[in-house]
């Protein structure tokens, strides 16, 4: 029954998304293809890697990550910043263009989590916290952010 219900909300953050996409961005010449997206998320969330880290978090070989970031750059959602480490890498940063499309999503995490203050005890908010912080940390060893 956990399993269900977590999938069930998994599933509305998604669909939700998807929605709110597509109904913004369907007319928009530059749009984001499906793995374009799934390629910017990962960027996003792994905090603007070098092509290199992007590659080897995503198990794809580095000229086909060159190929996909090239893409993204030309379409405006991504910049490659010179490293101040090592002049010879470049890290992916995502635009303004794509933090207003991933905001699609963020934006309504807000209310649901909005919704769950004014719902739920502060006890309960905590606890809810705590699960998260554990699933994140321990349980999805896997997904290192």
Do not use: C, W
């Not at 499906?34 to 969330?45: H, L, P, R, W």
């Not at 080897?56 to 490293?83: C, D, P, Q």
């Amino acid at each position: 029954m956990l399993e269900k219900k977590f999938i069930r909300v998994y599933t509305k953050f998604k669909l939700h998304f998807y929605r709110e996409t597509f109904a913004r961005f369907q007319n928009r010449e530059a749009s984001l293809t499906t793995v374009e997206s799934f390629a910017m998320e990962a960027i996003y969330a792994l905090g603007n890697p070098t092509v290199r880290q992007f590659a080897e978090f995503m198990g794809i070989s580095s000229s086909n990550a060159a190929y996909k970031t090239a893409s993204l750059v030309r379409k405006g959602y991504l910049i490659k910043e010179r490293s101040k480490t090592d002049a010879r890498e470049y890290h992916l940063v995502p635009t303004q263009k794509y933090l207003d499309y991933y905001n699609v999503s963020a934006d309504y995490v807000h209310i649901v989590m909005e919704r769950i203050k004014k719902r739920f005890s502060a006890e309960d908010v905590t606890k809810i916290e705590e699960i998260l912080s554990v699933m994140s940390e321990e349980l999805m060893s896997e997904v290192p952010l």
